[in-house]
């Protein structure tokens, strides 16, 4: 099992930056686990790309429009 990389709670809570976190619906990553990460930043915004795996660059949608909205704010 991968122990990397081990971010902790506190960690994340510290955070104090707008954070978007992006994923893809078919992601490696458990959405369980994604959805952990944002509840942990207090400004942190989440996107999960439908039909996108981890290589989330590829995914169809507004992978690019979402990123520019998000630094807009």
């Keep these: 099992m991968r122990k990397e990389p ?7 809570s510290k955070i104090q930056n707008p954070v978007l ?3 893809g619906e078919k ?3 458990k959405q ?10 207090l400004h942190a915004e ?3 790309y439908k ?3 981890h290589m989330i660059l590829y995914a169809p949608g507004n992978l690019n429009q979402d990123i520019l909205e998000f630094l807009k704010k």
């Excluded at 081990?6 to 994340?12: A, E, G, W």
């Excluded at 369980?32 to 930043?41: A, D, G, L, W």
């Design 21 to 23: 976190v992006i994923a």
């Design 46 to 48: 989440l996107r999960i």
């Design 6 to 12: 081990d971010i902790r709670k506190n960690s994340l």
């Design 32 to 41: 369980e686990h994604t959805e952990f990460i944002v509840k942990q930043i």
């Design 51 to 53: 039909g996108a795996t």
């Design 27 to 29: 992601d490696v990553i």
